[in-house]
Structure formats: C-alpha cells, structure tokens
C-alpha cells in the first residue's frame, strides 16, 4: 500500500495534496511505470476522504499523463514519467532559500569595492515613495495603457531643460528617448548604426560589457589607447570609416580621465573628416569634485555627437532608466528600434522622475550625495597613502565613484585577487576592460560610493595585510 500523509488542517485542498503525493512519487520512482495505484474507491477508503476529491486528484494525473487507465483492469502508472533523483534535488534545493541566507551571511563582512555603486542606503526612498504614491492616485487612466516609444514628453522636456543648464547638452525634447539605462541606449546605437562590416572606434580600457555588445553585430573594435586626461586623440586611426567613435569624455571608464578641450575639438574634426557619429557617454559626471562638470561634448556639435545619460549612479541602478539624445536624422529610426525592442520605458517610473526633477529633488539629492562621496573618496586616498605610502599611485580620482590604485611592484593575478577575496576584501583589475590585453596588470578600480568610511579603512587594511 502506497503512503500517502495528509495534513486536514492546511490551506491546501486535500485533492491537491493527494495529487502532489502521487506526482512526486511517480517521478521520483518510487511508483514505477506499469505499477498499478488503488482504484478511487480503495483510496477514499484507505484515506477516508470523499471518493469526490479521490476522482478530482486522479483527473488531474491522468490529464498531466502520470497514470493511464486500462480499460477493465485499473490505473497505472505511465511509461516515462520517471526523472533522476539528482534533477529533483536540484530542483528542490533551487526553491529552498536556505543557502542563499546562508551565503550573504557568509559574506556580510566583505568588503567589496564593486565600482558603480551609488550609496544604495541613502537612496531617496521617502521622498520616492511620496512622489509615487501621488502619481498613483491622480495620474489619468491612460497613464496604465500602452505609452509611446520615446517616453512621457513632460520627463523629456524637463530632461532637456536640465541638460542644457547643467551640462551644457542643446537639444529639442523630440530628440530624447527614454531607455531602460545607459546599456540600452549602447544596444539601440549599436543596432542602429552597426553591421557586420563596421569598424567602431572605442577607448582602451573601456567596460567590458560594452565593447561585447559593439562585437555582437559583428563589427571590428579599433581600440585607441588612453591616458590620464582619456581618449589619446592623436591616435586615431585615419584611414577608417568607423560607424562611430565611443567616448566617455567627462570621465573615462574605467581610468578616470577628463578629456580636454584640445581633444575634444581633435576628436569632432575627426568625426567630420571621416562622417562619423561620435558617441558620448556621460554616466557619472554629476560627482566632479574639484570644479565645476565640464560641458558635454555634444553641445560642441549637436547634429554629429550622440549623448547618453544614465539614473544609474546619480539615484539608483535598480531603477533602470536613462535617455538617450539623437540628432534628427536618426530620431524616427531610433524610436522604431525601441518600439520593437520592449515597446517603451515603463510609464510609472518616467511620471515619478519626472516629478523628481521638476521639484529639485534631483539637485538637491546631487548636491548631498557629492559631499559625502567627497568625503569617503578623500578617506580612500588617505588610507591608501597611510598604509603604502609610495608603493601606490592614485589615479582618475577627480570624478565619480570610482578611482584606480596603482603597485607599481604587483601584478593583480587572478590567484592574488582570489587571495584577497578569501582575507575579505574583493577588488576589480582593470585589465578586465582591457582590449589589448597586458598593459593594466598593475591597477586595480576601487568603487567607494557604495562604502562607509568604516568599512573604506578596514578595506585598505586588509590590502595591506596582503599586498604589504
Ligand atoms: C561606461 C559606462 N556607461 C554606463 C554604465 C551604466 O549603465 P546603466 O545605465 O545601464 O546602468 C556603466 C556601468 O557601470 C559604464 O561603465
């Protein structure tokens, strides 16, 4: 007689448990094909359930195809319905949260200098939610249908307006799509603008998410070296028709450098000798500590410069929003290409931003979020220079929430950074970015946004505890 448990006094209906019981025998071979199960009569008997919830569980697993009927002789289990126990435990323990819990308690004392991490803690989350709760309650019944490719016109407007008075950026809010982030504009740019014979231009080092997304329509990277102020524009190679050049030149990814006027001016020349677009990516510039943001490259030459602009490092990643501002020639094709990528920007998140803005919260959330980034990047520079004095280099710290650590004497290995991990403290080479591979060995990115003062220190002290 096969065992089957049932709890009387839990929420699942009794059919249900006794159709699970027989489903995770079946598969788990316990109850083999050919076996013949008891029939709905037997069963209502043995479990002293109504024959009803017997013959609606049995439905069930003849439906799925676990039993069949044999006309006269009774129910039996199916051919092929036993999986391997090792898939089912995979299975099982995937659903149990228990490890997971376990993992992030394993590595609650980590110190991980991840870059790109805003203060996820100091996230604006009252004022958010306000806002958001607000928009719920008035925002009209067309807000929660289908939205338009580019975006909510009243956030573009009001993008457009901040972009022109804090960094400089000219252009009419038609010009604006709203993205789910910086990558997705990359993604749409690429697809627009790439194909197979392509050449694009990029820096080198440059994230590494990005140059794999250039290479996916099959383009060819021509990598131009950079240096402590970004793109080394001299080098660009001239006897290429690039789709076009990426730049980060408010704050080269991952070095730091800010591209100079000298360059800037060298790179449009550039971008017109050859009739190529220039792509800018402007992801951090808000944080620039020792003057004011430098203008964007694309107020120098609106109708050649792409801007791409990101929520991720000024407010939050999660939120997945930022915009991306195309000259007019590419502006129908780039709204199309949205439209079939995931239609739109959900509309919710672009009605509280939008808010956000036009109140000053923005501002006055940079404003705040630069002093204390100010402060947890002078305490990194501090620890680094009391703990290795020389041997250290600091580097690309005038912008962001990132800086680069340079040891002359160390190579950061795969081994040596596994080392580091295991003494508690993980931080990224920046030969990861790398496209000619081998110049980088000896720097690592340090993300400090994302860190208290406290853990800054006791991250500094477990380098020096290895790398001394
Ligand atoms: C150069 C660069 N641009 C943009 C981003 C941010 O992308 P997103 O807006 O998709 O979060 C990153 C990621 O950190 C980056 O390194």
Known sequence: ??????????????????????????????????????????????????????????????????????HGSGTFVAEGTYLETRHHNQMLSMLDPEPTIRLSSEQHDMVDFRPGIPALALFPRKIWMQLAQQECTHAPDEAWGYGKPEGLLKLRSILARYLLRTRGVVCHPEQLIITTGATQSI??????????????????????????????????LCPVPVDQQGMITHALPLHTRPGFVYVTPSHQYPLGGVLPIQRRVQLINFARTTDCYIVEDDY????????????????????RVIYIGTFSKILSPALRIGYLILPQTLIERGRNLKWLTDLHTPTWEQMILARFIEEGHLERHIAKMK?????????????????????????????????????????????????????????????????????HLHRIILGYGNLSEEQIETGVQRLALILK
């Open 1 to 70: 007689m096969t065992w089957i448990g049932l709890d009387r006094s839990s929420g699942t209906p009794l059919y249900r448990q006794i159709y699970e019981s027989y489903r995770t025998k079946i598969l788990k071979g316990e109850l083999q094909s050919g076996e013949r199960i008891p029939s709905t009569r037997e069963l209502s008997t043995q479990l002293q359930v109504s024959r009803n919830i017997i013959v609606e569980a049995y439905e069930q697993l003849f439906a799925e195809g676990y039993i069949v009927g044999r």
């Open 187 to 220: 993604s749409l740019i690429t697809k627009l603008l790439l194909t197979p014979t392509s050449d694009v231009i990029l820096e080198d080092p440059i994230t590494h998410e990005i140059h794999t997304i250039f290479t996916q329509p099959g383009a060819r």
């Open 284 to 303: 951090d510039s808000e944080f620039r500590y020792e003057s004011a943001p430098i203008s964007s490259l694309q107020g120098l030459d609106p109708d």
């Open 371 to 439: 002093k204390i980034y100010r402060k947890r990047r002078n305490h990194l520079i501090d620890s680094l220079t009391e703990k290795f004095g020389e041997q250290v280099t600091v580097l690309g710290h005038s912008t962001g929430l990132h800086l680069i650590a340079e040891f002359a004497d160390i190579l950061f290995t795969t081994q040596l950074l596994e080392r580091l991990e295991q003494c508690g403290v993980k931080v990224y080479p920046v030969e990861i970015h790398a496209i000619e591979k081998g110049k």
